[in-house]
């Protein structure tokens, strides 16, 4: 069965860097986009990042153009998201999710994982 | 980056009809981007509940409807239960393939 674990949340100072993992297995995974997606503590939810199948395409939040990085390891069936000069608002429980196709659903979603950043 | 509008709560006793709407724009829903709708249970990731507007994937109950039309779209729980307590939250694209979501919307059954 598809499944998409999350890894790498932790507590961070501001303007320190995190880079978070998400594990796929179940499906094959170059056949899929990914996207990361996060959610602020009592907040909804917001879209972060995405990254095409064959990872030629990447597009970004603005909230998060220039600072963060989306990435996939085609041996190792995994996704990154590199996080730099983190900020307060940064604060999420951040989720990768599987989508089908350029503008289609995310039909499968991970645990999440808790991204704090405080000093 | 542009967002979908949703009410912030709805609430309908058990049985009843209970609709959520979805407001975007000409340049995401509007453009032409179909519209996805995820429930998220207390405490858990979001699920897929209606995809493509109108579908629902299996296991979703049929009690369980989308909608679309111009630049909004619209969810329908129908014969509302208490498990049907939750957040529910539209999703689309923009023009330039960037995900939006709506800003969520809490179903409270009476």
């Known amino acids: 069965q598809v499944q998409l674990v999350e890894s790498g949340g932790d507590v961070v100072q501001p303007g320190r860097s995190l880079r978070l993992s998400c594990a796929a297995s179940?499906?094959?995974?170059?056949?899929?986009?990914m996207h990361w997606v996060r959610q602020a503590p009592g907040k909804g939810l917001e879209w972060v990042a995405v990254?095409?199948?064959?990872?030629?395409?990447?597009y970004y939040a603005d909230s998060v153009k220039g600072r963060f990085t989306i990435s996939r390891d085609k041996s190792k069936n995994t996704l990154y998201l590199q996080m730099n000069s983190l900020r307060a608002e940064d604060t999420a429980v951040y989720y990768c999710?599987?989508?089908?196709?350029?503008?289609?659903?995310?039909?499968?979603w991970g645990q999440g994982t808790l991204v704090t950043v405080s000093s | 980056q542009s967002v979908l509008t949703q009410p912030p709560s709805v609430s309908g006793a058990p049985g009843q009809r209970v609709t959520i709407s979805c407001t975007g724009s000409?340049?995401?829903?509007?453009?032409?981007?179909?519209v996805h709708w995820y429930q998220q249970l207390p405490g858990t990731a979001p699920k897929l509940l209606i995809y493509?507007?109108?579908n629902r994937p299996s296991g979703v109950p049929d009690r369980f409807s989308g909608s679309k039309s111009g630049t909004s779209a619209s969810l329908a729980i129908s014969g509302l239960q208490a498990e049907d307590e939750a957040d529910y939250y539209c999703?689309?694209?923009?023009?330039?393939?960037?995900?939006?979501f709506g800003t969520g919307t809490k179903v409270t059954v009476l």
């Open positions: 999710a599987r989508g089908a196709h350029s503008s289609g659903p995310f039909d499968y």
């Open positions: 179940g499906f094959t995974f170059s056949n899929y986009y």
């Open positions: 000409s340049s995401n829903i509007g453009a032409g981007y179909d």
């Open positions: 493509t507007n109108t």
């Open positions: 990254i095409w199948n064959d990872g030629s395409t990447k």
């Open positions: 999703q689309s694209y923009d023009s330039s393939l960037r995900g939006i």
